[in-house]
């Protein structure tokens, strides 16, 4: 856990204008699923795969499904459609929208992590995949974001189990025609996951996420981290203010509007461990703000349903969350829509 301390010129108690929130029509699965792919394809918000407890609830003995459906909304007042269907169940990857497809990178299954790395572009009604150079090592429950046309990815784990998670930063430059991830300078600090990635004026961001550590029992539990870094090409990283407190698995890439990054919601970690879970009361709805020129952090409200393992896309004038995690195991198919302030 980070020490640092935040003084009052890194942090302002309100946030300069209110947030935002309206609903657009749920995702055709009942249940809902977290990790999931999205992103923006024809014009269409685009949402694929992913994982939910179809069954029973984690608590009564269910086990996690991965999906491989991918789903498609052509307008925001519209109904979703099924386009087809992912290479494989996956989820827990990294998405990103880029050159009117979406970048899917890495994820798990049921069994594994993978390193591979597709795109999934609309034509017309239908959707066609298209293999892209692999990541060096399988991972999942990384973050990664745009910087330019290059794709940052950091972070995450090589094997499923929560038992160890990695320093690791590669790029992809996607504008290359034979591009090949480059290995970067690796996170300083702890090695995590499920940290939240942003990217604006060729600078990658990376705040928060989980970090290990060994209990008396020998499993590994999770430390919940408040750092904020900033990497760019030439100056490798920086240390910048810390949070006002924990982030974990926020939607990501996240979204930023009039100049501030938005942390929206995710796991602080004040309610880990509650019992029972089927009594979980879901996850803080706190709006996180970070202005970089300032590096300042701001409250900037709520969320009106805060959820975790969710990707952010922006899509016609503001910013998506589609579905995610209400609390450990449950899922909904909510998608909600914040309006760029």
């Known amino acids: 856990m980070c020490a640092m301390l935040l003084t009052p010129g890194h942090f302002a108690a309100a946030a300069s204008e209110p947030l935002q929130w309206s609903r657009l029509p749920p995702l055709p699965d009942k249940l809902g699923v977290a990790g999931a792919f999205a992103g923006v394809s024809g014009g269409a918000l685009v949402v694929a795969g992913g994982a939910n407890f179809p069954r029973k609830m984690p608590w009564d003995g269910g086990a996690k499904v991965w999906g491989d459906a991918v789903y498609v909304l052509d307008q925001p007042e519209g109904r979703w459609r ?81 038992t160890t998670a990695s320093t690791r930063f590669f790029a992809l430059d996607l504008e290359a025609s034979n591009g090949a991830w480059r290995e970067l300078e690796p996170i300083p600090g702890p090695p995590r996951f499920l940290a939240v990635a942003a990217a604006s004026d060729e600078t990658f961001f990376l705040f928060g996420g989980a970090a290990l550590q060994a209990t008396a029992t020998g499993k590994p539990a999770r430390v919940y981290l408040r750092e904020a870094l900033r990497y ?12 006002p407190h924990p982030v974990v698995a926020a939607p990501s890439p996240a979204p930023i509007a009039g100049g501030r990054i938005l942390l929206l919601a995710g796991d602080d970690g004040s309610r880990a461990g509650f019992k029972p879970l089927d009594r979980h009361p879901g996850f803080p709805g706190s709006v996180l703000a970070y202005e970089p020129a300032q590096d300042r952090w701001s409250e900037a409200g709520r969320v009106p349903a805060p959820r975790a393992t969710a990707p952010c896309v922006e899509w016609r004038g503001g910013f998506v969350v589609p579905s995610g995690e209400v609390r450990p195991g449950e899922r909904s198919p909510e998608v909600w829509r914040l309006s760029a302030p």
């Open 82 to 162: 099924k386009a087809g269907r992912l290479p494989r169940p996956l989820g827990y990857g990294v998405s990103v929208t880029h050159r009117d497809s979406v970048v899917c990178v890495g994820g798990s299954d049921a069994t594994r992590h993978h390193a591979e790395v597709f795109r999934l572009r609309a034509r017309g009604r239908k959707f066609e995949i298209e293999s892209m150079p692999p990541l060096p090592i399988p991972l999942a429950n990384m973050s990664g974001a745009l910087c330019g046309p290059c794709l940052h990815v950091a972070g995450g784990a090589e094997v499923p189990g929560e």
């Open 232 to 243: 760019r090409a030439g100056s490798g990283w920086a240390r910048l203010a810390d949070l």
